[in-house]
């Protein structure tokens, strides 16, 4: 959540986060974040955590690149609502005794609750089911030669009504998406396994190693094997695993 400045997240797209607009990253997202060029500065706060099934209806917000989705608030109180809501849960962050963490997560839940009925009176939709079926369809069929026209008649729509679906919900077009999607699953291929460039590639539907490498070039600016290097270090024994839940201020 920001609250002040502007700041950037980088996902095979630049996502903007300005105050009053909140995202949620979910794992199958691989992205940076930084603020923006033109403010002096990026004041936000965000919170680490795994969800329970009861609040996945809470976290059906509109998508807005593969993993990442965002809500815009656009009342002031309702931004103040919620900037309290984690200015609480940060200070509470700190207490590793029982009822301060049932107290947290509470006050997430509230959280989440009360910025789906903000988004709800703003008016806006949801993704378009649609949409959401195409992406799904992207994804499972991630390996094979999948075109525009395929991803459409799935759908039951032409080309053309489909990519103005996907530039008015997503503001990008089917096939960047696509792209985006496969850099991201071969990034996670190349720092979570030993699988070899080519076995990367065609799991993402390259069957020319040489091709796939143009093309994670092309979006990473740097080779798939710079990429494993620089993000596959082995951590040092003892190192601490993740917690559960993390909340802060930025």
Partial sequence: MTTEGVGYYVAGTAIRSAPGELLLLSPLSSLHFKRSENAKEWTHYWAFFEPPASWLDLLD??????????????????????????EEMVSLAESSDTFPQRLL??????????????????????TDARVSAACEFMEQHIGESVS????????????????????????????????????????????????SISQIGEHVGYSDAAQFSKFFRRSMKCSPRAFRQEFTQTPPKNHPRAPKSTFSAT
Wanted: aromatic content about 10%.
């Fill in 61 to 86: 917000w509109p998508l807005c690149t593969y993993g990442v989705y965002r809500l815009k608030i656009g009342r002031d109180d309702d931004r103040r609502t919620l900037q309290n809501l984690f």
């Fill in 105 to 126: 997560f509470n006050l997430l839940e509230q959280f989440f609750i009360r910025a789906h009925m903000a988004h709800a009176e703003t008016g806006t939709t949801q």
């Fill in 148 to 195: 525009v026209a395929d991803i459409a008649a799935h759908c039951n729509l032409s080309e053309s009504r489909l990519a103005h679906l996907f530039k008015a919900h997503l503001g990008q077009s089917v096939k960047t998406f696509q792209d985006a999607l496969r850099v991201e699953q071969a990034k996670r291929l190349l720092a979570t396994t030993q699988f």
